[in-house]
């Protein structure tokens, strides 16, 4: 088949743009041979850590799938001026790392509620459910009744350590909720979020369960709406309606909250000037609540009202390791999972970036030897990195090889979503949008409301005591048990009871394969390559 000029000319440009955008030092090969002797010599001098873990440390990027992970790693390189690929992230460092299957019980693509059931509670269950098994049903509050299912923030808490959740959405989200109740959906926030024949049956909202179930130390997030009696002024936004509360109870959750700790040092606080003068080595109690939803988007965040993810974290910390038994802390990055929803990559990628900040500041705060700190996602998203874009072109950009209707393309696209548009029977010029704004919306191929979830397996990291126990392909569920076992606490009291008998084997790539496989990564990326010339010069 005759190659167009065309064609040739303008994959000739491309790889010579690529080749003189590539830094100097990379293309001596010693640059290579150097950095990987070091990495290698760091992982063969690595230990394994089999203490006991006194801490559990979680920080769950809601959303956060390999993509979204690598697009992160990329766009907070390029914050700083770095072309962003060989950028490390917080999270890289990890040095145990694995992937989780996110499947429920009954759909091939699962949920926050489902999976966060799974990595919380050790059990994995239905679509839209919160912390019940799998013979729940979505909506139907008889068929919670007896099977409910503690989390590891219940085991934690049984065990005498301190806990916590911080999340940037509702703390009665999906998420953060699965850490302390129980319910048939997800969506039952308070009672007005509730049918009645629930209320008949028995069933209570989230809102009240993040009270009576478990004596929860540091509660911070957003949701005050969802605690407060129906038509309360919102503290902050006392204009707008819908700020206002919610219940038709007439209870006053937050109230309660705090005649409930009362003897203790207790604090509720619902913005920035209040939050700061709490003083984290007095206070037993943290409740702050400083939206009436969610928070807000942290580029679009005033600082002035609302701490970073990084500082309610680094908070929660400083209130929760003074208890001598350890403690259990959640941390939610929440929104990279709606910004993904709404098609806009450029607030997911910052929420992700903000997160890995909050990892960092968690490690400085806590010592390796003694706590075992998880990242992971609890599903993935439809958002892609395709295209061919030049070493250190922005994550947020274009592609500079266009498509074949003579239009480009951004490199962060959408499987489905809102981004899909039709104009005149063709999808929309972009050569004079730019798409590295906060407020774009990347094209999809399918036109949804909302972005759906994607099911390809999401990545866990790992780092302190017990951290090789998360490596493989392992169920979701095999999380909470995992971390259970390393800290003590739960059923599984083995690790703390001494030898656990002999060495479990368990089934994997062995590290021959691994390594034939990275032997060949240069013959398979050349044949890669000729694979795509020819798919160019080929027609469809």
């Not at 992971?376 to 295209?387: C, I, K, L, P, R």
Request: aromatic share 8%.
């Amino acid at each position: 088949m005759e190659l167009k000029k065309g064609t040739i000319l303008t994959l000739f440009l491309l790889l010579d743009f690529g080749l003189t955008n590539a830094k100097v030092e990379e293309e001596n090969p010693e640059f290579w041979r150097s950095q990987a002797r070091r990495t290698l010599q760091s992982a063969l001098d690595r230990k394994l850590n089999t203490n006991v873990a006194k801490n559990i440390l979680v920080f769950l990027g809601d959303g956060m799938g390999i993509t979204t992970y690598t697009a992160a790693r990329i766009l907070k390189g390029q914050l700083q001026n770095q072309t962003g690929e060989e950028t490390v992230m917080t999270m890289d460092t990890f040095p145990s790392v694995g992937l989780a299957k996110t499947y429920s019980v009954d759909f091939q693509i699962a949920d926050s509620a489902a999976t966060a059931t799974a990595y919380l509670c050790g059990v994995k269950t239905n679509l839209n459910t919160i912390g019940v098994s799998a013979a729940a049903r979505n909506g139907i509050c008889k068929s919670q009744k007896g099977n409910e299912v503690t989390s590891i923030l219940k085991w934690a808490k049984d065990a005498g350590k301190s806990v916590g959740i911080v999340t940037t959405t509702r703390v009665q989200h999906a998420t953060p909720a699965t850490s302390y109740a129980h319910t048939a959906s997800r969506r039952w926030y308070s009672d007005a979020d509730m049918p009645e024949a629930a209320k008949r049956d028995g069933c209570t909202d989230i809102s009240s369960q993040l009270l009576n179930n478990t004596d929860i130390d540091v509660i911070i997030g957003g949701g005050r709406k969802y605690m407060t009696p129906r038509g309360t002024k919102d503290p902050e936004y006392p204009r707008d309606y819908s700020s206002r509360g919610k219940r038709k109870d007439g209870r006053d959750l937050i109230k309660e909250w705090q005649n409930m700790k009362i003897g203790k040092v207790a604090h509720y606080v619902w913005n920035r000037t209040d939050f700061d003068a709490v003083d984290p080595e007095t206070t037993d109690y943290l409740m702050a609540l400083f939206e009436p939803g969610d928070l807000r988007y942290e580029a679009e965040r005033d600082p002035n009202m609302d701490p970073s993810v990084a500082e309610t974290a680094e908070k929660a910390i400083r209130i929760l390791r003074k208890n001598p038994k350890g403690f259990f802390l959640l941390v939610e990055g929440g929104r990279i999972d709606q910004a993904h929803h709404a098609g806009r990559a450029f607030m997911a990628l910052h929420e992700t970036v903000a997160l890995d900040y909050a990892i960092a500041k968690g490690l400085e705060l806590t010592r390796e030897e003694e706590t075992l700190t998880i990242v992971m996602a609890d599903h993935s998203h439809s958002v892609t990195f395709n295209g061919y874009p030049f070493r250190g072109q922005s994550i947020l950009g274009k592609s500079p090889l266009w498509a074949s209707d003579f239009l480009p393309y951004t490199t962060l696209m959408y499987g489905n979503g809102p981004g899909h548009v039709v104009i005149n029977g063709s999808r929309p010029d972009i050569r004079r949008v730019d798409t590295k704004t906060k407020d774009y919306i990347q094209l999809s191929a399918v036109p949804t409301e909302s972005a759906t979830h994607s099911g390809e397996d999401v990545t866990v990291l790992a780092r302190g005591p017990m951290s090789h126990l998360f490596q493989g392909v392992q169920e979701q569920n095999y999380i909470a048990h995992a971390m259970a076992y390393a800290a003590c606490v739960g059923a599984d009291l083995r690790h703390c009871q001494g030898p656990t008998g002999p060495e479990v084997v368990y089934s994997t790539f062995s590290s021959h394969e691994n390594g034939a496989g990275v032997a060949h990564s240069t013959a398979a990326l050349l044949s890669s390559l000729l694979g795509l010339l020819l798919a160019l010069w080929l027609p469809v």
